[in-house]
């Protein structure tokens, strides 16, 4: 982090690198020791079967979340080179700036929003994935301990919002008290997390178009002809313009922005895809067997630990693969959970969202028509006159 120059900071190095729990640095570095941190996690593991754009894809070259977070993490790690601005922060910022998401993508996170809002209150008042992938960093992670990182950098993930379009970002460098920020308006507190969040919307715009254009869903033609000419057609072209574009205007004007032709295209880009796109029936089409599928979960989770608490074998009467793996989290988690009198159903709601579209789709088939209950049922009905009989395939 520069202390001079046109993207100076007025915090300080230790403000900035300061940690939850005082630990011994290494030769990692702050930054680059927090970038570890997180490749080693096990939210971040999920992250390679969790939905982008497009739900549980079989195709190897559509986009899932984990490629989005290394998108995000190289583009800002790109744009800080030019700018002075430290690359190991900003990759770390990228690397961990989606933890939090759900399963099912921006649809799933509406779910968890509106199961967030039912019942008696929880902080934050709602579910945003930018607030709760703080929650996962700092509490989730390590089963209870959180992975201790750097404030900047928590600062960075907790104020990431790609939903939002400004023009320009100036950081508001001020430290302040990230767990009980309750919205999405704050802005980061360092240059690098500025920049992460501009490298949001850049890294999702052209490959979200790239992925839907590979499916068939449109076609090239189709993009606006203005932001075609000025832009490009592909994600290659429309990262490097933007990237560019950023880069200069960034330095001419001591903001992390976009120069005003480039940011109507923009605009207009983003437009496109949020018509063309994310609201393309050939998505929408499974919103209520999502719905269903997570408040379904729900139900039964809730009523599993209303039921068997704490104690991790009364889960195995259940007769399910889903019961076994939630009574091992609960008990695994039962001190952080316990320490910090999280109701019932702040429990069940982590660990919704921290289920892959794949596991979710698993368990929801688990708990209809369990796979013992088709080999018990297997030996009963096979007549014995059947050479097969008493054989499991």
């Known amino acids: 982090m520069p202390?001079?120059?046109?993207?100076?900071s007025p915090l300080t190095p230790e403000e900035l690198t300061r940690r939850r729990e005082t630990r011994r640095e290494d030769l990692r570095g702050h930054y680059f020791r927090d970038t570890t941190a997180i490749l080693h996690s096990y939210p971040f593991r999920r992250l390679k079967h969790k939905t982008q754009v497009f739900y549980a894809p079989n195709n190897d070259h559509i986009c899932t979340r984990i490629e989005h977070v290394m998108h995000v993490a190289s583009?800002?790690?790109?744009?800080?080179?030019?700018?002075?601005?430290?690359?190991?922060?900003?990759?770390?910022?990228?690397?961990?700036?989606?933890?939090?998401?759900?399963?099912?993508?921006?649809?799933?996170?509406?779910?968890?929003?509106?199961?967030?809002?039912?019942?008696?209150p929880l902080k934050p008042p709602r579910f945003y994935h930018e607030l709760y992938s703080l929650r996962v960093v700092d509490n989730l992670c390590a089963y209870g301990r959180g992975l201790n990182l750097c404030y900047a950098v928590r600062d960075g993930i907790v104020t990431h919002c790609g939903?939002?379009?400004?023009?320009?970002?100036?950081?508001?460098?001020?430290?302040?008290?990230?767990?009980?920020?309750?919205?999405?308006?704050?802005?980061?507190?360092?240059?690098?997390?500025?920049?992460?969040?501009?490298?949001?919307?850049?890294?999702?715009?052209?490959?979200?178009?790239e992925d839907a254009v590979g499916l068939g869903l449109i076609d090239r033609s189709q993009i606006p002809a203005e932001a075609a000419e000025v832009l490009g057609t592909t994600n290659g072209e429309i990262?490097?313009?933007?990237?560019?574009?950023?880069?200069?205007?960034?330095?001419?004007?001591?903001?992390?922005?976009?120069?005003?032709?480039?940011?109507?295209?923009?605009?207009?880009?983003?437009?496109?895809?949020?018509?063309?796109?994310?609201?393309?029936?050939?998505?929408?089409?499974?919103?209520?067997?999502?719905?269903?599928?997570?408040?379904?979960?729900?139900?039964?989770?809730?009523?599993?630990?209303e039921a068997k608490n704490f104690d991790g074998e009364k889960y195995q009467g259940e007769k399910n693969f889903l019961a076994l793996r939630f009574g091992d989290y609960v008990k695994k988690m039962e001190n952080f959970y316990v320490s910090s009198e999280a109701p019932l159903r702040l429990i069940v709601l982590d660990y919704l969202a921290g289920m892959t579209d794949n596991y979710a789709l698993d368990c929801i088939r688990e708990i209809m028509l369990p796979g013992t209950f088709e080999r018990q049922f297997g030996r009963i009905i096979i007549p014995t006159n059947n050479p097969a009989a008493g054989r499991l395939e």
Request: aromatic share 12%; with cysteine.
């Open 75 to 120: 583009i800002a790690s790109a744009i800080c080179r030019p700018l002075g601005l430290d690359g190991d922060l900003a990759w770390a910022i990228g690397l961990g700036h989606d933890l939090g998401h759900t399963p099912f993508g921006h649809l799933g996170e509406k779910i968890l929003d509106s199961l967030w809002k039912e019942g008696p």
């Open 239 to 305: 990262i490097n313009n933007l990237v560019l574009d950023l880069i200069a205007h960034s330095q001419a004007n001591r903001c992390i922005g976009f120069s005003d032709p480039v940011y109507r295209v923009f605009l207009q880009l983003k437009d496109f895809n949020y018509r063309r796109i994310y609201a393309h029936p050939s998505l929408n089409q499974y919103n209520d067997y999502f719905k269903r599928i997570l408040y379904t979960l729900y139900g039964y989770l809730l009523d599993l630990i």
């Open 163 to 209: 939903e939002k379009f400004e023009k320009h970002i100036l950081p508001d460098c001020a430290i302040k008290n990230l767990e009980d920020l309750d919205n999405r308006r704050a802005y980061p507190a360092t240059w690098e997390g500025a920049v992460v969040r501009m490298s949001d919307k850049i890294a999702y715009l052209g490959r979200d178009l």
């Open 3 to 8: 202390m001079d120059g046109p993207f100076s």
